[in-house]
DNA sequence: TGCTTAATTAAGATTAAGCTTAATTATTAG
DNA sequence: CTAATAATTAAGCTTAATCTTAATTAAGCA
C-alpha cells in the first residue's frame, strides 16, 4: 500500500489533481508550483513508485500521465474496510450520478 | 485535507482497519501492535484531528470508533478529481453490489 | 484513604521526508 | 561539433514524524 502514502504530501495531491486535468510534461508542472525542478522529479518519482502516474519520452520531454494502477491499490484498501465504507460509497456515487444528470443537462 | 496524511502510516491504516470492525478500547489497540501504549495514544491524536476517529469515555477506559467526518473528506478530494476518478468509482460500486448480493444469497 | 489499572502528556533520541544547489544525461538546434 | 534546453540523479541540510522511557491524570477497588 504505497499509493495512500504518495498522496499524504500536498504538492503530490495536486500533481495528480493537475494530471486528472490533462497530460502534462514534468516542465509544465514545475511552472505550477514554487520549488526547483528536481523537487518536482523527486515527487513524480514517488508517484511513480506508487503506481499513480506513468511516464512516457517524448524526445527530451517527459510526459506524466495518471495511471489506474495505484487507484486500484486505493480502492482494494477501500474495500478491506468495506463495512464501514461501503454507505459511505453508495452515498458518494449517487452524487456523482446527480451532478452528471446535472451536467448533461446544461451541455447535452 | 488531513485525512490523507493521517492514512499514510501503516499502524494508523491497520488501526482504521481494526476499528472497522468494531470499536475498540486503546488498550485493546495496543495489543493489536508491537509498540508502546503512548506510541498508540499518539496515532490516535493523528487520527481524531484528522476526524477520522471519535474517542468517548467508559469510566476509565477509552472507546475509540470510526468517524464519517474524515471519510466525506476524502470523498470530497475523489470528488475533485472526479474526473479520472469516477469510471474507477463506478466499478468499485459495481463490485460491491455483486458481493453485497452475493452475501445475502447465502445469508438472507 | 492508598494501591492498581487505563490512558495520556512530556521530553528526548533516531530516522525519514522534502528541499536546495551542483553535477550529469540526453535531446534538439545552429 | 558545440551550445542550449529538458529533465534527472547526487549530495547535503533542515525539519518533521515516530518511537522510547518517565512522569501525570483520572477512575476503580481493597
Redesign the pocket.
Known sequence: MHSL?AL?????RRIVELLSERER??????ES??????????????LRAAGLVS?R????????SLNRAGLDEIGRWLETTRAFWSRRLDTLERELRAEDAKARRKSP
Chains 1, 2 share one sequence.
Open positions: 502514502e499524504a504530501d500536498p504538492t503530490r510534461t514534468a516542465g509544465e508542472l514545475v508550483f514554487d520549488i526547483s525542478a528536481p523537487a518536482i522529479s523527486q515527487h513524480l518519482n514517488v511516464t519520452a517524448d524526445g527530451q520531454r517527459r510526459i506524466q
